[in-house]
């Protein structure tokens, strides 16, 4: 009979493997000739490393002696901090057995302290009770004598203790022992653990509609409400296997991962069902039943939810007796946020019927649009992007149709762009959207952050089209700007307007509703006495406008 160890009852902690294998190490000598409490020295870094563990020169027999590691606060050499405890921080304490003289003793440590190259740092290693077994070390002749020296790493001469609380030398004293290191700052140290992140593998496969994660990355599938997802299921034919499926996000490495299984899907959840369905067979949770070898499986996609899943399949090869695959999340829904990746003077296109923002499309001068394009510099725009960072009124009056707020700005690294579906259209098209493009806190380019400015970009709202909820900080420089709605080359083109001017005035008639309504400033921010913020286009096109 087949005995398993139930991966979901037996939670097994991640812990630093028993005698972790470092990479480099570094020996003074075994020496002797000297003993007590324990040592002061310092170590000198010529390559970036980090300090794993020490083995020291420890008297045999009994009773077991208790160690402490201490480090100089902040680095630096323990010859000018001797004396004091308050420059020192404990790194660690273990309990070891002395293996007698001219043999290391290991401490076993996974302490990961980084000493950067090109600096000193000063260590203690003491005993806390001074009676036999002592810390054995070696006499020197000078304070800073080199004694252990390679590519990476000086370890240089110290001095002994020979009293509680090891921080003031005793005459010259050179340390015995071996420092255990690996190059680079806080690095792993060789401890070993299960990866964050479960894969497939070729006995327990799982995704939803191909997409695959790694070690460090989940697998995730966004799909409207009412799209097709399909799951996909792999196994050795007549391998038991069962899905186990929650109604939850997954994560990496949840409770009750273990070194050869590593748990993303909250199995304890109370959404927590299996996919086989029947009389749980397995940790009370799952029924494991022969697999046909492959199958896939449409996921009702009808409403809103967000759901992972792992699959579970008997693999006697498998050190816990079982293997899981990779655990895939889905996420249906009925419309999001998309958050703009906005490089420097580039342009992003984003689709409207899909992932995340799940909508239909806008209406823009009597054209439906089933996509749009963010463009870094401010506004947005349909049939192409544009990477202009100029803003004048012949390049809107010329090029792709726009709307919004154009200047050399930095969303790359000031400021966030987001496109956002608020739901079904409250103007135009029976069945467009309501979509808000919003440029926040975004800035003047090379001003270092100045020129803080931010808007949105709305279309088919409650008011028609509309740049609303326009502000600025006032410390805008020189950079020209430009703002409106153009058709850009296909439309006509009528002079520009004031916007400050306008402020206040009324409903605005244009002559017909190809024409643009633009403001323009070649030497600076647009004017704004009057404190407007939006500037509203109630028919969704250039014939007629109102600014407030």
């Not at 009979?1 to 003074?28: E, G």
């Not at 690095?187 to 479960?198: D, F, K, N, R």
């Amino acid at each position: 009979m087949l005995r398993l160890c139930p991966l979901f009852l037996v939670a097994i902690i991640l812990a630093p493997a028993a005698s972790a294998q470092f990479q480099n190490q570094i020996t003074t000598s075994y020496a002797a000739g000297n003993g007590c409490y324990g040592n002061l020295f310092d170590v000198g870094a010529t390559n970036d490393l980090s300090v794993c563990s020490f083995d020291i020169h420890l008297d045999a027999g009994t009773p077991a002696s208790t160690i402490n590691v201490w480090a100089v606060t902040g680095g630096g050499s323990w010859l000018t901090n001797q004396g004091s405890a308050a420059n020192w921080t404990l790194l660690a304490t273990t309990t070891v057995t002395g293996a007698g003289i001219g043999v290391p003793t290991p401490l076993s440590l996974n302490l990961g302290y980084p000493i950067p190259a090109g600096t000193v740092q000063g260590f203690v290693i003491e005993k806390t009770v001074g009676a036999a077994p002592i810390i054995r070390y070696s006499n020197g002749t000078a304070y800073g004598s080199i004694e252990a020296t390679n590519a990476d790493v000086t370890i240089y001469g110290g001095g002994g203790i020979c009293a509680p609380g090891g921080f003031t030398a005793n005459t010259t004293r050179n340390w015995n022992g071996t420092m255990h290191y690996e190059l680079g700052l806080n690095p792993s140290c060789g401890v070993t653990s299960a990866p964050p992140w479960q894969v497939n593998s070729t006995i327990s496969s799982l995704d939803l509609n191909g997409v695959a994660g790694s070690t460090f990355q989940g697998a995730e599938t966004t799909v409207c409400s009412g799209g097709t997802t399909i799951l996909n299921s792999n196994s050795t034919a007549g391998t038991p296997t069962d899905i186990a499926v929650v109604f939850a996000p997954h994560g990496p490495t949840m409770a009750l991962s273990s070194f050869n299984n590593t748990v993303n899907i909250d199995v304890l959840h109370p959404t927590m069902f299996n996919f086989n369905g029947g009389a749980a067979t397995f940790a009370g949770l799952l029924n494991l039943q022969p697999h046909p070898g492959t199958f896939s499986f449409a996921v009702p996609t009808g409403s809103p939810f967000v759901g992972s899943a792992q699959q579970l399949a008997v693999d006697p090869s498998n050190a816990d007796g079982y293997a899981l695959s990779q655990a895939s999340q889905l996420t249906v829904t009925v419309g999001g946020t998309l958050t703009f990746a906005h490089a420097d003077d580039g342009f992003v296109q984003a689709f409207i019927n899909a992932p995340p923002l799940c909508g239909t499309s806008v209406d823009f001068y009597g054209t439906s649009y089933t996509d749009i394009f963010s463009n870094s510099n401010g506004w947005a725009s349909f049939v192409a992007g544009n990477a202009d960072f100029t803003a004048s009124l012949v390049e809107w009056q010329t090029f792709e149709p726009r709307f919004g707020f154009a200047a050399d700005l930095e969303p790359n690294n000031f400021g966030t762009v987001t496109l956002t579906n608020l739901g079904p259209a409250l103007s135009g098209s029976t069945g467009a959207t309501n979509l808000v493009m919003s440029y926040a806190g975004v800035t003047e380019w090379g001003t270092g952050g100045l020129g803080v400015t931010s808007y949105d970009i709305v279309l088919n709202g409650a008011n028609g089209h509309e740049i609303a909820n326009f502000t600025t900080d006032g410390t805008w420089g020189v950079t020209p700007t430009v703002a409106g709605m153009s058709l850009g080359a296909g439309g006509t083109h009528p002079a520009q307007v004031s916007f400050d001017a306008l402020f206040g005035a009324g409903l605005q008639a244009n002559v017909a509703a190809t024409d643009s309504v633009l403001d323009a400033n070649p030497g600076g921010m647009l004017a704004n006495a009057t404190g407007w913020s939006n500037i509203v286009f109630p028919l969704l096109d250039g014939s007629a406008y109102l600014v407030l």
